[in-house]
């Protein structure tokens, strides 16, 4: 620890990054503290960098108990990557590349080393353990995917059990067991089996603020739809998730027929043609993944830009972990849910074949938990997070329901045609029969059952089928009708249905949206160069890649390329700050990058002020926090010089937020004399403001306004 004057620069110096992910420090100093942990972090929290970074800092070796192969192998290669010390032992090796391995260990220039689990029973492994133990030192123990560990989890390996040995024979070596999933009880579970003393417990939000959540209601020409929306994220990666290999099959060829690079991934294809696939995939050579639910655990790819579910997921904590998939990096992504009511039969149908009464009550009760997600109104966010007994308030900016709200229309009227109509039918009918008898329809069974002579049958012929269905299933959402859950869906009036037909009682439905805000968002788009400078440095990246054998997100992450874009970066100094570069990859890839930058530059003209190096690093310290005062007394500079900074951050479109600048009445008052007098001077504006305000805030103001202008 001593040769870093804090944590951010041993992040800085090993990953590259300016700060911490929310959660990630504490874990870390717990981990300094050789306390064992028990972390609960969502995909994307970040949580490999809480045992690697102690691992790195702490003197002796570090092992990591990882359930999957392809995992560990991809983050020994980001790891070595960045000139860390980092090696995997398991299965695939054989003896001459296990001793080497082993030798650099001792040597003392690996840090971090990844086994499978049943790897430590192995015998020779034991007398391994207990050398590094005397000679090097243990520095500790880390269980990734620790909910593997518990029956009670969605995992369980029975290897996993083990692991209560080996803490019994190194009581002293801490133990860090992190996990993106837990219950109660799989916690508990966890701490138990795992002998946990006194565990530090860190639970990070599941809350993902950079991911888009909406749900698109499918058509009948839902293909179209889906091609629509996958046409526009061209290039970037993606997965579809299907409900079975078939359907997987099908919308992959059909996909590839239109033009989309596009490949199936599914259990039914063979091992070899499988792990192809992913492997495409991973390397960017492919960017669409059509897939089951098979494709996911174990995938290390930080930047999918977009999860789609074409099929409705048997329950939220499976959709949750399924479109939690997409932006890892941090940068925003999309996830998808294309919703027709017409799936909920066929997701009945496959509870209806488990044998198991509580089974089936269970699968009932998480289905409808999954469909007031699809339908419901509200913030997805909140939903979710709801599930995972989180509060959430709502008002996200990040879901359709909150961007684009579905505007109410007074549906009353045709609350009373339709529950009147399950009235007459006594009850004893789904919801498809009831919208037959209301359209009039001359169905076999509905003359038998003589309701064609109904005084309700065909007054609804002035909506479409669509519209009724719509209304109905809102009835059902809004708790003003009933449906029964023996797989036969009758539908039922309650209290209030009865309060509708006296009425008593207003009915207000969500409609249909014109728009869905994947499209208004997706326009826009005014950082056009920057787009076009992100696509150069990807296919260098790519390029780079391939010639060093290692997966595109392992050069630079997304994030790091998308900085790359807009700073555009012309110095050593300048790519430096820039996050996720080290100086180990500065070495490796900063030539490259910067040649490619400085082409895409001298053949456009710069859009935008160009921010220098010492312009950064106040920004650096203004996103930590500081103060002006602050930054310039750290600087030791003047308040005035950093002012300066700031205008031209702000004015290159940095995220600069100007309100913990000047305060938006006064904002609002410059604003208004810029308006009045035009493009004058600093000093004019002062004198027309009675010299209220300084120069500075004047700039500042000045500088936001020339950016949205721009
Ligand atoms: P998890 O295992 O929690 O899903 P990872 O450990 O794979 O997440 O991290 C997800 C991505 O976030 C990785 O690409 C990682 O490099 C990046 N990352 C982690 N911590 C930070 C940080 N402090 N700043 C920027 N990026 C980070
Ligand atoms: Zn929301």
Known sequence: ???????????????????????????????????????????????????????????????????????????????????????FLNSTLNLDQARSRIQSIFNGKIKLLY????????????????????????????????????EWGHDFRPEYRQLTHIRRRYPQTPCHAFTATATQRVRQDII?????????????????????????????????????????????????????????DELADRLQQD?????????????????????????????LMVATIAFGMGINKPDVRFVVHYDLPTNLERYYQESGRAGRDGEPAHCTLFYSAGDIKKAEYFIELKEDEQDKRIAYQQLQKMIDYAEGSECRRTIQLS???????????????????????????EAQKFLSCVARCRERYGMAYIIDVLKGSKRDKILQNKHHELSTYGIGRDRT??????????????????????????????????????????????????????????????????EILFGELRQLRKQLADANWIAP?????????????????????????????????????????????QEFCATQAPPKPQVNGTQ?????????????????????????????????LLQSGEAIDLDRLVKPEAQAEIEQAIATLGPVSLSQLREHLQEKYSYDAIKLVRAKLIQQSA
């Open 1 to 87: 620890m001593s040769q870093f004057p804090s944590l951010e620069a041993a992040l800085k110096h090993f990953f590259g990054y300016d700060n911490f992910r929310h959660g990630q420090k504490n874990v870390i100093e717990a981990a300094l503290q050789n306390r064992d942990i028990l972390a609960l972090m969502p995909t994307g929290a970040g949580k490999s960098l809480c045992f690697q970074l102690p691992a790195l800092l702490k003197p002796g070796l570090t092992v990591v108990i990882s359930p999957l192969i392809a995992l560990m192998q991809d983050q020994v290669d980001a790891l070595t990557d960045n000139g860390i010390g980092a090696t």
């Open 115 to 150: 086994i499978a689990p049943e790897r430590l029973f192995n015998e020779g492994f034991q007398h391994f353990l207990l050398d590094v133990y005397q000679s090097i030192g243990l520095a500790g123990f880390v269980v990734d995917e620790a909910h593997c560990v518990s």
């Open 192 to 248: 138990d089996q795992l002998a946990l003393q006194n565990p530090s417990f860190h639970c990070t939000s599941f809350n993902r603020p950079n991911l888009y959540y909406e749900v698109v209601s499918k058509g009948s020409k839902s293909y179209t739809q889906l091609l629509t929306y996958v046409r526009k994220r061209r290039g970037q990666a993606g997965i579809i998730y299907c409900s079975s290999r078939k359907k997987v």
């Open 259 to 287: 033009g989309i690079k596009a490949l199936p991934y599914h259990a039914g294809l063979a091992d070899g043609l499988r792990a192809d696939h992913q492997e495409q995939f991973i390397r960017d050579d492919v960017p």
């Open 387 to 413: 599930y995972f007994g989180e509060q959430f308030l709502g008002n996200c900016a990040g879901c359709d329901n909150c961007q684009n709200p579905r505007p109410l229309e007074d549906w009353t009227i």
């Open 465 to 530: 089928k669509d519209e009724w269905k719509n209304l109905g299933r809102s009835l059902l959402h809004q708790g003003l009708m009933l449906e029964s859950s023996d797989g036969y869906r009758i539908l039922k009036l309650n209290d209030l249905s009865w309060e509708i037909l006296k009425k008593q009682r207003q009915v207000n439905i969500p409609i249909e949206r014109r728009q869905t805000a994947a499209e208004i968002l997706g326009m826009g788009d005014n950082h056009l160069d920057a």
């Open 553 to 597: 997100y392992m050069v630079f992450s997304d994030a790091t390329l998308r900085q790359m874009a807009t700073r555009r970066p012309r110095t050593q100094a300048d790519f430096s700050l820039i996050s996720g570069v080290t100086s180990a990859k500065y070495q490796r890839y900063g030539e490259p990058f910067l040649a490619a930058i």
């Open 616 to 648: 950064l690093i106040t920004f650096q310290l203004y996103q930590q926090g500081l103060s002006v005062i602050e930054i310039a007394k750290q600087r030791n500079l003047t308040a005035g010089t950093i002012n300066e900074h700031l205008a031209t």
